[in-house]
């Protein structure tokens, strides 16, 4: 399963898209508040609730409540009134928006400002599909936090969005008893050389590894080994296969740009491996590490198709609108390399005056 193309009409912020994705990889970046978690929360919404197996078995009313509760749960709008993901321009009063798969399914949803749980749900050519699963990655780390917040979260009110929530059960997993696959094993083999480790599970925490030094809990480590060791762990749990959508929200957060260039490898292996990869970013490292695999084909030797979307502000309606590009240095709106020009130009009038 692999999203194709993704359609808004009056959603949140956008009053019309039509997004044709890579099918490897696929790198957002953009202002803040011009939409970029909004796109990976929205596919994955949509996504999520199919992963639990065939649409076969579902009633009508259980299709609609199975979507609606999701988009509830990952955006966590107040009320939890569905209506106010409408977009709020005047006479804007519905939102219809529909993800096109690989194979041509079909899925669309749409909703009135006014609905608070109800939702017209169509679907097309979406009888039996492949099994896959859709996992998102936010911007907290969560593979310290897994032993416990899945009983807090299902106990009581936390006022996460559902996404964390589902990151830990697949977190809390035990780990798979079957034989990996040589594409798996080709990607632990490649996380463990950069952690000069290996995960392990113990009482229900997880361990890393270091031979002749022991083992450390995940609370000991920095943000950047941890993420690398969710993505070690979601593999050997049998979570991340070549059936998965992978959304990463900023995966630079709290990360020393030493980590950069192996989370991008990683993300380059879990590509060669099948994965669809979504990532939204600030950070000019992680951009650039990726644009240099589209500029120098030697980098990029099983021509992975990696695309390049700015989110922009129309500086006259400031309404959002976006562009895709090959490479990122084709962007002609990137927030990242403005920014990076202008503290270049600030700090030459501040040595050569202005």
């Known amino acids: 399963m692999r999203i194709k193309t993704l359609i808004?009409?009056?959603?949140?912020?956008?009053?019309?898209?039509e997004i044709?994705?890579?099918?490897?990889?696929?790198?957002?970046?953009?202002?803040?508040?011009?939409?970029?978690?909004?796109?990976?929360?929205?596919?994955y919404s949509v996504l999520k609730p199919l992963s639990k197996g065939s649409k076969k078995i579902l009633t009508k009313d259980l299709e609609e409540k199975l979507f609606v509760n999701k988009l509830q749960g990952v955006f966590r709008p107040d009320e939890m009134k569905?209506?106010?993901?409408?977009?709020?321009?005047?006479?804007?009063?519905?939102?219809?928006?529909?993800?096109?798969?690989?194979?041509?399914?079909?899925?669309?949803?749409?909703?009135?400002?006014?609905?608070?749980?109800h939702a017209d749900i169509k679907t097309e050519h979406m009888d039996s599909f492949a099994k896959f699963d859709a996992i998102y990655i936010p911007t907290k780390e969560m593979i310290s936090t897994t032993e416990h917040f899945t009983s807090l979260y299902e106990e009581y009110h936390i006022?996460?969005?559902?996404?964390?929530?589902?990151?830990?059960?697949?977190?809390?997993?035990?780990?798979?008893?079957?034989?990996?696959?040589?594409?798996?094993?080709?990607?632990?083999?490649?996380?463990?050389?950069?952690?000069?480790?290996?995960?392990?599970?113990?009482?229900?925490?997880?361990?890393?590894?270091?031979?002749?030094?022991?083992?450390?809990?995940?609370?000991?480590?920095?943000?950047?080994?941890?993420?690398?060791?969710?993505?070690?762990?979601?593999?050997?749990?049998?979570?991340?296969?070549?059936?998965t959508v992978l959304f990463w929200d900023e995966p630079e957060t709290n990360m020393n740009p030493k980590m950069i260039r192996p989370i991008v490898q990683a993300m380059a292996t879990l590509a060669k491996m099948g994965v669809q990869i979504f990532v939204t970013t600030h950070d000019y490292f992680v951009q650039q590490e990726f644009n240099m695999f589209t500029v120098y084909p030697e980098l990029n030797p099983d021509h992975l198709d990696i695309r390049f979307m700015a989110l922009y502000r129309d500086p006259n309606t400031n309404d959002v609108k976006y562009e895709i590009q090959k490479t990122a240095s084709d962007l002609e709106h990137n927030a990242i390399m403005q920014e990076f020009d202008a503290i270049y130009d600030r700090e030459q009038r501040v040595i050569y005056g202005d």
Request: charged letters at 30%.
């Open 8 to 17: 808004l009409n009056n959603f949140m912020l956008f009053e019309q898209a």
């Open 20 to 43: 044709n994705w890579s099918k490897n990889i696929n790198i957002i970046c953009g202002e803040n508040s011009t939409g970029k978690t909004t796109l990976l929360k929205l596919m």
């Open 82 to 117: 569905i209506g106010r993901l409408v977009s709020r321009k005047q006479g804007s009063n519905r939102t219809d928006f529909t993800v096109i798969m690989d194979k041509n399914q079909k899925l669309t949803i749409g909703f009135g400002n006014r609905q608070e749980n």
């Open 159 to 243: 006022d996460f969005e559902e996404m964390y929530y589902d990151l830990a059960k697949l977190l809390d997993r035990p780990l798979s008893k079957g034989a990996n696959t040589n594409e798996q094993n080709e990607v632990l083999k490649s996380l463990e050389k950069i952690m000069k480790g290996q995960i392990g599970r113990k009482d229900k925490k997880i361990y890393l590894k270091i031979k002749g030094e022991g083992e450390f809990e995940m609370g000991l480590l920095s943000d950047g080994y941890r993420k690398l060791s969710m993505i070690v762990y979601l593999i050997l749990s049998g979570s991340m296969t070549k059936n």
